[in-house]
Nanobody, 131 residues
């Protein structure tokens, strides 16, 4: 079965940290562009961070630069999003995704892309930043 399974969301105070995990089964993440997206209530889905492990290149949306880090553990076929210095505006449902056609991190994270145009999506995990 081809799927992405997320874990690691939760409630955290401002300034805290969380690490999201996304484990793939049935396919190899190294062969895909991968990324993390988020959607807050009433807002469009946003590409937070994307990468293509074959090139090592990464992309971060401006609001998370210096605070979030995307990574992949090829042996575990799992990708991660380390989120530090969290802010209330980071509150959203976070989704991982993988796509074989998109060749660049920027293309993977590009806005206004139909959800169905990506090969695989995780189920989503809630991140709430609040005191």
């Amino acid at each position: 079965q081809l799927q992405l399974v997320e874990s690691g969301g939760g409630l955290v105070q401002p300034g805290g940290s969380l690490r999201l995990s996304c484990a793939a089964s049935g396919f190899t993440l190294d062969d895909y562009a991968i990324g993390w997206f988020r959607q807050a209530p009433g807002k469009e889905r946003e590409g937070v961070s994307c990468m293509r492990s074959s090139s090592g290149r990464t992309y971060y949306t401006n609001s998370v630069k210096g605070r979030f880090t995307i990574s992949i553990d090829s042996a575990k076929n799992t990708m991660y999003l380390q989120m530090d210095s969290l802010k209330p505006e980071d509150t959203a449902v976070y989704f991982c995704a993988a796509d074989k056609v998109r060749q660049t991190p920027q293309g993977m994270c590009a806005p206004h892309q139909p959800r169905a145009s990506y090969d695989h999506w995780g189920q989503g995990t809630q991140v709430t930043v609040s005191s």
